[in-house]
């Protein structure tokens, strides 16, 4: 919005006529701000570039004295404020442009902060314009008309995604004198993957080289948002270099999502050369274990040309799975350290029990006195230090008896496989079936040297709702490290297999044998072959032709492990039967402690039937006559008493 500093638009008019009627030349100024481009991007700190442009408009035009058409049109004294807060932020403020002649552009820098966070979108940036201008020169007499014209508007300022490198870090083992190697560290800070990536690091001081030029570079290749990427160069420290930060600068470049190629700005990298004496770490034995602690031995040779003294050697983990002397660093004194001598150093390194058997880096550095008597201190010297695995064990002689519906035991040995002992040891077991559970599933077992063994044996029981078949059981020997620490063993897998149920009831027929066209009792001898009392037993007989029963069911109120008793059955065989062996089924449930129910059965009993002897049909014939006649003889003799 534009505010005129002295005269209404009737003034203004009234001064067209005048300037028209005395030859005065009149006009103003009409500068216009804008923003090219305008792309930034999270993250980022960035000069943006405005535009400052003036399209004067000469409404009275002298014809004698051009010299007044340009005062008429030229802002002087020109300045803008730009303001802004939230995700893009102003940092450079109120700005002084000068004089803007009519058609002349001029373009300014303006610093902007993005946050870190800022969404991608559209911002405005306010700003105020200020400027002053001379709107009317008389020939006549030279009066002039001065104005002073202020004029806000918003920029309007675009949060795209877009790549950005940045050095995260930057280290170097080169030394005084020598060569080495510089790592470089790059991650992409920006919001879109920066493709065919490449860093060129640039040395800006003489006495550092990269392989004997003043640059070098390396390809990083594909960068997606937030990935980091290391790259090594051959750097050189001449010996008129002296053990400090040098500064040397990294140039990315990139092609963007667009596949535009994209240059960053020189991105600062500090390398610090070491000093010109040299540690050589020789060797290194270790007993560290997991899940315990042992000596590592580490042998460093002084391979400078000078003798140091005061000196001393520190050995430090970088990861909590290991530890030094109890803690993540330690340190041994060496005193005097001729030139050429190698001094060997022990130090107690523990495993945790989450440590993994493998070789891990710790870090030794060497602090001396010089011979000048400057204290110094080496760079860090990669040690490898290989952790042992922890205990080993392994299962023999496993067995188990197992049966549905009955007590069994799971039984086998132990032995440490290791090369020291497993202190207070305890054997568990644990079981991958719901339907098998232990009675205990902990023994204690003591100390278990190396090669030693210990038995264990765990009892359980197999309900009778489960089924039979194999099973899967796991062993795991709980026990203490050297440091007391309590340490699992991996898990021993064990399978067993659990057998039917056996029958807890024995039937077996006594008379078995009857004859044609006859009725019988059946007599089932009963036997409790099991290990515990039932009750309740309820048998049912199952007949077909030439058998037939009315009383097919018997029953016993209980049985004690090892009792007999009878069920009573009768069996009528059919007249039309032949002699042959028929098989009768008898089925029978009871009742076991815990209200569990018991069946056996099917089981098939074998009965004869026989034909009657020859004779033995007149000889019954004469035998029911015989009791006939008594019959009535002894009706008669009632009759007349009477």
């Known amino acids: 919005m534009r505010r005129p500093g002295l005269l ?28 090219p481009g305008g792309r930034v991007s999270p993250g980022e700190v960035t000069t943006i570039d405005v535009q400052l442009s003036n399209d004067a408009e000469l409404a009275v035009a002298s014809t004698t ?32 442009v000068g004089t803007l002649a009519d058609g002349a552009v001029r373009t300014v820098g303006i610093e902007v902060a993005v946050d870190e966070d800022a969404k991608p979108g559209r911002y405005s940036l306010p700003f105020e314009l200020a400027y002053s201008y001379t709107r009317s020169v008389s020939e006549a007499n030279g009066a002039v008309d001065e104005v002073s014209e202020t004029d806000d508007g918003e920029l309007s300022v675009r949060v795209v995604e877009e ?33 065919d990536a490449r860093l060129t690091l ?42 400090g930060g040098y500064a040397a600068e990294a140039v990315g470049t990139f092609e963007d999502p667009l596949g535009r190629t994209v240059t960053t700005e ?22 560290a274990v997991v899940g315990g602690s042992g000596p590592v031995t580490v042998r460093v040779r002084n391979a400078g040309r000078e003798d140091l003294t005061d000196a001393s ?106 090369d020291r002992p497993a202190r207070d040891a305890t054997i568990v077991v644990e079981s991958a079936s719901p339907t098998v559970r232990f009675d205990e599933s902990v023994r204690p077992v003591g100390d278990l040297e190396p090669g030693a063994n210990a038995t264990f044996a765990f009892d359980t029981r197999v309900p009778r709702s489960a089924d039979p078949g194999p099973r899967a059981f796991t062993v795991r020997v709980r026990y203490e490290d050297d440091d007391g ?63 037939t029963s009315e009383a097919p069911s018997s029953f016993v109120d209980a049985l004690e492990p090892g009792e007999t008793a009878r069920f009573a059955f009768e069996l009528t065989v059919s007249e039309d039967a032949v002699e042959s062996t028929h098989a009768v089924t008898v089925n029978v449930t009871a009742e076991a402690a815990g209200d569990e129910s018991v069946t056996t059965g099917p089981t098939l009993l074998p009965v004869s039937v026989a034909e009657e002897p020859p004779g033995t049909g007149q000889v019954g014939t004469l035998a029911a006559g015989v009791v006939l006649v008594v019959v009535v003889l002894g009706a008669g003799y009632w009759w007349l008493r009477r």
Do not use: H, K
């Open 485 to 547: 620490t309590p340490v699992e063993s991996d898990g021993l897998d064990v399978r067993g297999t659990v057998g039917p149920e056996a029958d807890l009831l024995e039937l077996g027929p006594v008379n078995a044998t009857f004859r044609v066209d006859s009725d019988n009792r059946l007599i089932v001898p009963v036997t409790n072959t099991g290990e515990e009392p039932l009750g309740d037993l309820d048998a049912r007989l199952e007949v077909g032709p030439p058998f």
């Open 65 to 96: 004295n051009p010299s007044l058409n340009e005062r008429v049109t030229t802002a002087s004294g020109v300045t803008l404020d730009v303001d802004g807060s939230g995700p893009v932020s102003v940092r450079t403020r109120e700005l002084a």
């Open 202 to 243: 640039r040395s800006t001081n003489a006495d550092l080289g990269f392989g004997g030029a003043e640059s070098a570079s390396r390809f990083v290749g594909r960068l997606a948002p937030g990935e980091r990427r290391t790259v090594s160069y051959a750097v050189t420290a001449g010996e008129t270099a002296r053990p």
């Open 8 to 35: 209404v638009p009737s003034v203004v008019v009234l001064l067209l006529l005048a300037g028209l009627a005395a030859g005065t030349p009149v006009g103003s100024p009409d500068v216009e701000v804008t923003l």
């Open 266 to 287: 020189p991105l600062p990298v500090e390398l610090r050369p070491g000093v010109g004496r040299r540690f050589v770490v020789l060797s290194s034995r270790s007993e």
């Open 313 to 418: 050697v520190s050995l430090r983990s970088s990861t909590p799975a290991l530890g030094v002397d109890g803690g993540p660093a330690a340190s041994r004194y060496v005193g005097a350290w001729p030139a050429g001598e190698v001094r060997s150093l022990t130090f107690d390194v523990g495993a945790n029990v989450t440590a993994a058997a493998r070789s891990y880096a710790l870090a030794a550095s060497v602090a001396y006195d010089t011979p000048e008597g400057v204290r110094s201190e080496s760079g860090p010297l990669t040690v490898a230090v290989p952790v042992r695995p922890e205990l080993e064990f392994a299962l023999e002689g496993v067995e188990s008896d197992l049966r549905v519906g009955r007590e069994g035991v799971l039984r086998g040995t132990v032995r440490n496989l290791g």
């Open 163 to 195: 790549a950005r490198l940045a050095v995260v870090n930057a280290s170097t083992d080169v030394r005084v004198g020598g060569s080495g190697t510089a790592s470089v560290t790059v991650e992409n800070v920006g919001s879109e993957p920066a493709r």
